[in-house]
């Protein structure tokens, strides 16, 4: 019986041979059928070889065929594969299956040991502009790599604008061994960028020396980097932290199933392969490997901060290096970008040096790769670098004396209010009817955010409003092509939570009004946790919106409730709710509100404290405490006039009296009629 290594020799020497055969390129499939069909055997000495595991022998010739894309023998377009012309000509010299996977490996092999100046070529390739070309050997000088091994696998990995990669003078390299037809395609190529190619040469002028090709990826290394949190301490258990990632400076994917993509690929592409290559996995995992591995292919890039973690020792590194498709040990790391580890040797400590919001952030397990760019100018300053980090604390402003004046309460009154909110920012004002909780409310609100409105929201609780309303649900909508679908939408806290995690030092305060005419549990779902334990605290969220990302209470985002006491069609709210909130009272009797409407008729030069007095009277006949009237029902300027005060008492005061007597007997108009109390006051 022959090796794995013969095995896999005669697999690749085979696929080479039939792709030989067919130069408009075959899709994976339709290879390897006809692969299988030449050696019928393969499949049993694979199994026998193996002795039993999870990969097939398909799988095996899919990641071999990753080694001779690195050899520049092999490309693969859109979903078909290629032999390239230095293929062809390796297969012409290389007749031998065994010495054909040798060759292979050894260019292979070169290529894992200079992923960096490859890497390092494909960004000056691709940042070589439409019309212009540089020479070959310039581009090996610039990063340290042969020149003919530098042309093989261009041809392999074929980046943006791999064909304007000339020889010194301006002709196809001899390196690419290309027959008739490839050169006229190549010139073709050259001619429609507007390469000057005559007599098969292209013009000097057009040539971009060495000495400026660094220059050409200047724009792209200005641009806005992120951060990503990749785990590798525990993959399909190992560890590759400790022993592959700080070793050969990588960080990776597992990619055990996955087809080798393009850098760039976009996301239907990504997606497409996740659901033919992981066609097992559920839906949910599926939507989890697409998002995941279409960042690390297309929007995680050179520059970008890496992090993970081994436990408590944190590891920053910076991506130096595209993606790359490797055949890995044991399939775990078969997706690998080069990534230049800055503090290997003396870790961070994820508790002591890491901001508190991070753990909160990175908490959903089943995530691989997570985006944490809001913490990127954090791991700079880890770094030692001169970094420009996000002020992450809110500060709440101290009440002004005027501010106070202009709201007719106290200034230590009002203090004491935003003193509660920053030690725990949840508040509710409660009181009877008319004593300005909501008023005060919104008028605290915008004195916290510095009268920004789109800071301050509100909202009302009621019988029949639920978490879909207050945070997020599934609602009709109307499809383009007029059919109804059922889309994931956000309520008013969704939306103010993404803007406080946006802007983490500016306060945004939610006011809820009459909060607890609600089923504050129905409401609250799991955010109820969140309502007393924010700090680095997270929760899944019932619907699974962001990506099965779990949500986290921004520290800036302020709660002020109000509560009507005289309400008594709902339950006082239970020793939960009490536990999450402050409570602060707002009552006729005590200050400031006992005090308010006094103040205010001083302020308006009302010409009497009548109304004042009127209210004292009233309150003090009125002997259930929680439903004795409020200030703000005479802080009008109707109650200057006998017609508008009495029109009050009439339509607004009486009619909540009345209510509170109904069927015990009362002369309501009697005993609180503006008559009767300007007697007893005479």
């Given amino acids: 019986m022959s090796t794995m290594r013969e095995l896999v020799a005669r697999l690749e020497h085979m696929g080479a041979s039939i792709l030989a055969e067919h130069p408009e390129g075959l899709r994976e499939r339709e290879l390897w059928q006809m692969v299988t069909e030449r050696l019928p055997t393969a499949e049993r000495e694979y199994s026998e070889l193996r002795g039993g595991g999870s990969t097939t022998v398909r799988q095996e010739f899919s990641f071999g065929s990753i080694d001779l894309v690195k050899a520049g023998w092999l490309t693969k377009t859109g979903r078909r594969w290629f032999l390239t012309p230095v293929g062809r000509h390796a297969l012409r010299l290389y007749a031998d299956p065994q010495t054909f996977y040798e060759a292979a490996q050894g260019r292979y092999n070169y290529w894992n040991r200079n992923k960096a100046g490859f890497a390092m070529v494909q960004r000056l390739v691709e940042a070589i502009p439409e019309g212009a070309w540089a020479s070959a050997s310039e581009l090996a000088e610039e990063t340290g790599l042969q020149a003919d091994a530098l042309v093989a696998w261009l041809q392999g990995a074929r980046p943006e604008g791999w064909r304007r990669v000339l020889d010194d003078g301006g002709h196809l390299p001899a390196a690419a061994h290309l027959n008739e037809d490839d050169r006229r395609e190549w010139l073709r190529a050259l001619e429609e960028e507007d390469i000057d190619v005559t007599s098969g040469r292209a013009d000097a002028s057009q040539r971009i020396p060495g000495s400026d090709l660094r220059q050409l990826v200047t724009s792209v290394e200005q641009m806005p980097h992120r951060a990503w949190l990749v785990r590798g301490s525990n993959v399909l ?47 949910q995992d599926r939507a989890r490997l697409t998002a995941e591995y279409h960042a690390f292919l297309s929007r995680m890039r050179e520059g970008d901060i890496v992090v993970t973690n081994d436990g408590a020792k944190v590891y920053v590194g910076v991506v130096v290096g595209p993606p790359m498709f490797v055949s890995s040990v044991k399939r775990r790391a078969n997706l690998q970008r080069s990534v230049e580890w800055r503090n290997a040797g003396a870790p961070f400590d994820y508790t002591e040096d890491l901001p508190d ?171 109820y946790f969140l309502l007393e334990y924010r700090k680095g ?57 006992s005090e308010m409407l006094r103040k205010w008729l001083r302020r308006e030069q009302f010409p009497s404290d009548e109304p004042a007095r009127l209210l004292d009277e009233l309150n003090r006949r009125i002997e259930d405490r929680d439903f004795r009237i409020g200030p703000s029902y005479l802080m009008r300027e109707s109650a200057k006039t006998e017609e508008g005060l009495r029109r009050i008492w009439r339509t607004q005061i009486l009619p909540l009296l009345e209510e509170h007597h109904y069927g015990d007997g009362t002369d309501v108009k009697a005993r609180y009629g503006l008559d009767a109390l300007r007697r007893s006051l005479s």
């Fill in 357 to 527: 919001e991070f753990s909160a952030r990175i908490s959903n397990p089943d995530a691989e790769l997570i985006e944490v760019t809001e913490f990127y100018e954090d791991f700079r300053k880890l770094l030692g670098e001169d970094a420009d980090v996000v002020d992450r604390e809110m500060r709440l402003p101290d009440v002004t004396s005027d501010f106070a004046e202009r709201l007719l309460v106290g200034r230590e009154w009002l203090q004491e209010c935003v003193e509660l909110l920053r030690e725990r920012p949840q508040l509710i004002f409660y009181g009877p009817p008319g004593t300005g909780k909501t008023y005060l409310a919104q008028h605290l609100a915008r004195y916290l955010t510095g009268g920004q409105p789109e800071t301050v929201k509100l909202v009302q609780f009621h019988p029949a409003y639920s978490y879909e309303d207050f945070f997020e649900g599934f609602r009709p909508r109307t499809a383009d092509d007029g059919q109804i679908r059922f889309e994931l939408v956000r309520g008013p806290f969704r939306r103010m939570a993404a803007a406080a995690h946006a802007h983490p030092n500016q306060p945004y305060v939610l006011i809820i009004d009459e909060i607890n005419r609600g089923n504050l549990a129905k409401i609250f779902g799991e955010l």
């Fill in 237 to 283: 258990g190992e560890n590759l932290i400790r022993g592959l990632w700080l070793q050969d400076g990588i960080c990776s994917l597992p990619a055990s199933r996955l087809r080798e993509l393009p850098p760039e690929a976009p996301i239907e592409q990504v997606k497409a392969a996740i659901d033919e290559d992981y066609s097992g996995a559920s839906a």
């Fill in 537 to 593: 605290e997270s929760v899944q969220l019932l619907y699974e919106s962001e990506g099965g990302q779990e949500f986290t209470m921004p520290p800036n985002v302020i709660i002020i409730g109000t509560m009507n006491t005289a309400d008594r069609s709902i339950a006082l709210v239970d020793a939960a709710m009490r536990r999450r909130f402050w409570f602060v009272e707002l009552h006729p009797d005590e200050p400031p509100t």
